[in-house]
């Protein structure tokens, strides 16, 4: 028979002896037990008695009649899931766009003109689209499958007055649940008895120590990390025992509360939006220009039917279709970089969002720090505090000694599990606090083997009313130690005396005892004074005030800070009369943290750099948050942000303290995503990064979610946008840089798109209007489109970064697709390919070539115009004569290559009779390379302007040539008032 099963054996008799039958607490009306009462009901703020009472069931359980009436009335113990869109809906959906809505109409209007090549691949580019947003979008959101893994298949339920194995789904309020080690809670509880009872509520909380769990009232308005009488549903049982009643079930627990926040949230990223607001405008711009040419065409030259192919034309020039194919191709190779980084992007328009990001709220645990609670410092009696990170820091030191000792009493008076791999790696189990000092002996080879294997004669366990845990072991030679470890004050209280630092009274009075000294002295008691197998320990009287004031020190700095005694006893001494401890010596103090990751440091000063600031959200003790984010670094430490104080604060206030302090401390998850919200509505971009199910909500709301993979849980990974892979906040930084560079070459193609497309519209407006021949046929637009910007806009995603991405700010929210100077710049190169073109097609006309020469010359212009200006759109700012073309040699062969099929497809006959074309000669040729090479001196003019303007620190203007006016202007003004 296993210990659990006797333990279920036992728990149903003494169950049996206290009450035959359980329906006496379940045959009182349940009337007052309503869903409403259950969720709304504080139970961490009544006793174990007043819970009962409330919920009409009692410490033996429900009977199994009464369990089905509330199953009616609760509903089964499961969380609630979204209903899930229909995959036809969300593939048509992929087709809501303005732009696209356009191009459809642009595919059948072509279709009806029976140009059914041009139509296939307008249709093409419209499939392919949508096929690639209708896989992102299903796979996307998968969240409230992984908050349900976290339920727990079974637990042992107290119903009918026996101890059952029953499923989870059908627990109901008023139950009586039975915990022990390695449980995952079913339900949320409330905890009647509990027997040194400690569960891991980081995914709720953030805090890496285990909570330790007891049956007392919390107040009403508690954090959640202080409802100590409260176990939550999801959360892992580490030790101990325990029994709770059910207070909450499904969506009434904790975890249905963050599932219904990730169901509910939802934000757009910045991108998305963007492009929402690009193709609206471009749409409807299209629509009114493509109308005024075909309503003025008509009237002006009464000829309908030209004027609707020159309205086809303008709209097929003007839509930039192959744009989100740019974006597809610039983001998918961003993916494939940043998964290189160990950066895996679960959303394709992250990868941009992460670029433009100007705060990040990061968890704590996991994310900054290691998760990993760790000895740090230790002060040996009432000594100052020394580090003791690595052997290494003490190896020289004259207190090395007493550090070992320090370590070794601590080491053996300690629940950790320690097991030896094969491959000789230590791994440990138990208690965080436990382990770190465990871990912290090993590691200064403080204690061995064969310490570890002396005979434990008498334990206290650790219990939070004790507030300490005690060990006797037999030595070697048949004497006994006892070793105590707990809060600094309670261990305090039990000493007589105190070790000295290196042998030294440091100007104390007192005397120093030598061990051997006081074996001799200590007669006949079996009591010995404190030594370990380092040698002699030299003590003083204790000094209580002294050890108060380092404790203080210690966890002023945020540091969990634990006290070790020790008690040498003889030969003859009875382990069972030194129970209670006393007349001990205090050995010191062990200070521990969970230290920042390697690197993170260095990491959030790039992000300060970069023009991101860094916010730490956690729900850990807002001292141990300010510890760590003066070590990484943090701007604003000192005026911590707590979840408590933000139940008082309005909106307003909320945003006014976000922007005082870098650190928002013992929150919960409707905290973290009100303080993500707050941050959004003051017009920042929010990426948020966590591990735990606490993250969840906060990581679907922000603009781009990223979760840790190694450590993190499967809801925060499923909830996020972009995974690390290996969990770390140095990735993040890398990440930023790729995301900037996508969208460098994101906007770069943009502005080439849109510039082309400005001048093929203003080209065919005028010349319906000025009753000319029609200029470009719907057959030739898509030739443009389709055949060289659409080779060329694709390469363009493919440019490389310059390096600077991280010593420049993000960019504004409010920039858009191009910024004000690169829509300037836009507009005025648009002019003037487009006057270029309309002047040459008109003189040609006018000087008699035919209309097919004079299209070829116009559309061997425009072509060439391409050519040059996929050149200039590599950079907003760094000129084309500065940039390497092998940088990016997939644009330059894409350029060079179109440049060769517009000329070859000139000299076939037959594609040069179904594209209208004809040969051009040499003459020719060379007059459209001169005014082709023309544009450059606008756009490199605009961008050389720009920089001698940013030299003399004007930075404001929308144009270089703006800008030089400006200037000239304040000039002659100084000129006038200095004459």
């Not at 003109?113 to 992102?136: E, K, T, W």
């Not at 909320?654 to 919960?668: F, H, N, P, Q």
Request: contains cysteine.
């Amino acid at each position: 028979m296993t210990n659990a099963t006797k333990r279920e054996n036992q728990t149903a008799e003494e169950l049996a002896t206290n009450s035959t039958m359980t329906g006496n607490a379940t045959g009182a009306s349940i009337a007052a037990v309503t869903n409403e009462m259950v969720a709304e009901e504080a139970w961490h703020s009544l006793s174990p008695e007043a819970t009962l009472d409330a919920l009409h069931t009692a410490a033996n359980g429900l009977s199994s009649e009464e369990s089905k009436r509330r199953l009616g009335i609760f509903g089964e113990n499961a969380l609630e899931a979204a209903v899930p869109t229909p995959k036809w809906k969300v593939f048509l959906l992929q087709f809501k766009s303005p732009l696209i809505a356009v191009l459809i109409v642009c595919g059948i209007v072509t279709m009806v003109l029976d140009h059914h090549v041009d139509a296939i691949a307008i249709f093409v580019v419209l499939l392919l689209n949508a096929i690639i947003g209708f896989y992102q979008e299903i796979k996307a959101n998968q969240a409230v499958r992984a908050l349900a893994s976290l339920s727990a298949p079974t637990s042992r339920v107290i119903r009918d007055g026996r101890v059952a194995s029953l499923s989870t789904p059908s627990l109901v309020p008023g139950d009586v649940v039975l915990l022990e080690s390695g449980d995952r809670v079913p339900a949320d509880l409330r905890l009647i008895e509990t027997n040194n009872l400690r569960i891991d509520e980081s995914m709720l909380t953030g805090e890496s120590e285990d909570a330790s769990k007891n049956t007392k009232v919390s107040d009403r308005d508690a954090p959640l990390g202080d409802r100590k009488s409260i176990a939550f549903s999801g959360t892992m049982v580490t030790g101990g025992r325990g029994r709770g009643v059910v207070v909450g079930t499904g969506s009434n627990t904790e975890l249905g509360e963050i599932n219904d926040l990730v169901i509910g949230t939802h934000a757009s990223t910045p991108l998305e939006q963007i492009m929402s607001r690009t193709e609206r405008g471009i749409a409807i711009a299209v629509i009114i220009v493509a109308l005024f040419v075909f309503i003025g065409g008509t009237i002006i030259n009464g000829n309908a039917t030209d004027a609707f192919l020159s309205s086809v034309a303008l709209a097929v020039a003007a839509m930039p279709e192959a744009l989100p194919i740019v974006l597809t191709v610039a983001m998918s190779l961003a993916v494939s970089r940043m998964a290189k980084r160990n950066a895996i992007v679960r959303t394709l328009p992250a990868v941009e969002t992460l670029g433009s990001a100007t705060v990040i709220g990061s968890d704590k645990t996991g994310t900054l720090t290691q998760n990993r609670m760790t000895v740090e410092t230790c002060s040996i009696g009432a000594a100052q505090p020394h580090d003791c990170r690595s052997q290494e820091d003490i190896e020289s030191q004259l207190w090395k000694d007493d550090v070992a000792r320090l370590l070794r009493a601590g080491a053996l008076t300690n629940e950790a599990h320690r097991h030896v791999e094969a491959s000789g790696e230590v791994r440990y189990g138990g208690d965080a606090v436990d382990v770190a000092m465990a871990r912290a002996a090993d590691d200064m080879g403080a204690v061995s083997q064969s310490d570890r294997d002396l005979p434990i004669v008498f334990e206290t366990p650790y219990e939070p009313e004790l507030r300490y845990s005690m060990t006797i072991r037999r030595n070697a030679d048949g004497s006994y130690t006892q070793y105590v470890k707990g809060a600094p004050d309670t261990v305090a209280a039990m000493c007589a005396t105190m070790a000295v630092e290196g042998g030294r009274n440091n100007g104390e009075t007192g005397a120093n005892v030598d061990v051997a000294e006081s074996g001799r002295n200590s007669g006949g008691t079996g009591e010995r004074s404190a030594d370990g197998r380092n040698g002699s320990a030299v003590t003083e009287p204790i000094d209580l005030a002294r050890i108060d004031e380092v404790y203080e020190g210690m966890g002023g700095k945020g540091l969990r800070v634990i006290g070790v005694a020790m008690r040498e006893l003889g030969p003859d001494a009875r382990p069972q009369d030194y129970r209670e401890p006393e007349s001990m010596t205090f050995l010191g103090l062990e200070g521990m943290l969970d230290p920042p990751r390697e690197g993170v440091r260095e990491a959030i000063a790039q992000c300060a750099q970069a023009g991101i600031e860094v916010k730490m959200i956690t729900g850990d003790h807002p001292l141990t948050a300010q510890a760590i984010g003066e070590r990484l670094g943090l701007r604003h430490t000192d005026n911590a942000i707590t979840g408590s104080e933000m139940l008082e604060m309005s909106d307003e206030v909320l945003k006014a303290r976000l922007k005082e302090t870098s650190i928002a401390a013992r929150v919960s998850p409707q905290d973290k995503l009100r303080i993500v919200e707050a941050l959004q509505d003051e017009g920042h971009t929010v990426a948020v990064t966590g591990d735990g199910v606490n993250d969840a909500p906060a990581l679907k709301a922000a603009s781009v979610g990223i979760a840790m993979g190694e450590s993190g849980t499967d809801v925060a990974r499923e909830a996020s946008d972009v995974v690390l892979t290996d969990d770390n906040f140095v990735t993040i930084t890398q990440a930023v840089r790729e995301g900037r560079v996508t969208f460098k070459a994101i906007r770069g193609s943009a502005f080439f798109l849109l510039s082309t497309a400005v001048a093929a519209v203003i080209a065919v407006g005028v010349n319906v209007i000025a009753e000319m021949p029609l200029l470009f046929m719907p057959l030739q637009m898509l030739w443009i489109n389709f055949v060289t910007n659409g080779v060329q806009d694709i390469a363009l995603a493919f440019e490389p970064g310059q390096g600077d991405e991280l010593s420049r700010p993000p960019r504004k929210a409010s920039e858009g697709l191009l910024s004000a100077a690169m829509w300037a710049r836009t507009a005025v190169c648009g002019l003037w390919m487009a006057i270029c073109i309309l002047v040459m097609f008109r003189v040609m006309i006018d000087d008699g070539y035919d209309e097919t020469t004079a299209r070829t010359m116009a559309l061997t212009l425009l072509v060439l115009f391409n050519f040059f200006m996929s050149m200039s759109a590599r950079s907003e700012n760094i000129s084309i004569f500065r940039l390497n073309p092998l940088r990016n040699p997939f644009l330059l062969i894409a350029a060079v290559l179109a440049l060769i099929v517009h000329a070859s497809v000139m000299y076939i006959p037959a594609a040069a009779a179904v594209l209208g074309v004809g040969p051009l000669s040499a003459t020719e040729w060379l007059i459209c390379w001169a005014l082709g090479l023309s544009v450059l001196v606008f756009s490199e003019g605009d961008k050389l302007i720009r920089t001698l303007m940013a030299k003399y620190g004007y930075h404001g203007a929308r144009s270089g040539l703006r800008a030089a006016g400006h200037r000239a202007r304040r000039g002659v003004l100084r000129l006038l008032n200095n004459s």
